[in-house]
Nanobody, 125 residues
Framework: VQLQASGGGLVQAGESLRLSCAAS????????VGWFRQATGKEREFVAA????????VYTNSVKGRFTISRDNAKSTMYLQMNSLKPEDTAVYYC???????????????????WGQGTLVTVSS
């Protein structure tokens, strides 16, 4: 699976952005897909995931109620709608895909086999 992330940019606090991640190469619908982010000088952290098996979603606490992950299997594309952005959301955002990831491992980067190249989101105060 090849992943191509897009949609990052510079916004002010309180504004919105939608990230996209287009997949190619294999059947997309069966994969669990997720978003991670990495701020400068920090470790990569989990943001959100949506399972391929049942569409269930999971979010890290800091983005609950502000971010929404979704997928369009017909287009082999996943999205991250980010509302009410904060300066602390500034990071490079990576999309990732994996197969057969158990629920307890959705937030673990090593559970995912495929990664996109990252897209930079900068939120100014």
């Amino acid at each position: 699976v090849q992943l191509q992330a897009s949609g990052g940019g510079l916004v002010q606090a309180g504004e919105s952005l939608r990230l996209s991640c287009a997949a190619s190469g294999r059947t997309f619908s069966g994969y669990t897909v997720g978003w991670f982010r990495q701020a400068t000088g920090k470790e990569r952290e989990f943001v959100a995931a949506i399972r391929g098996s049942n569409g269930n979603t999971v979010y890290t606490n800091s983005v609950k109620g502000r971010f929404t992950i979704s997928r369009d299997n017909a287009k082999s594309t996943m999205y991250l709608q980010m509302n009410s952005l904060k300066p602390e959301d500034t990071a490079v955002y990576y999309c990732a895909a994996g197969y057969g990831i158990i629920y307890s491992s959705l937030g673990v980067a090593s559970s995912y086999d495929y990664w996109g190249q990252g897209t930079l989101v900068t939120v100014s105060s």
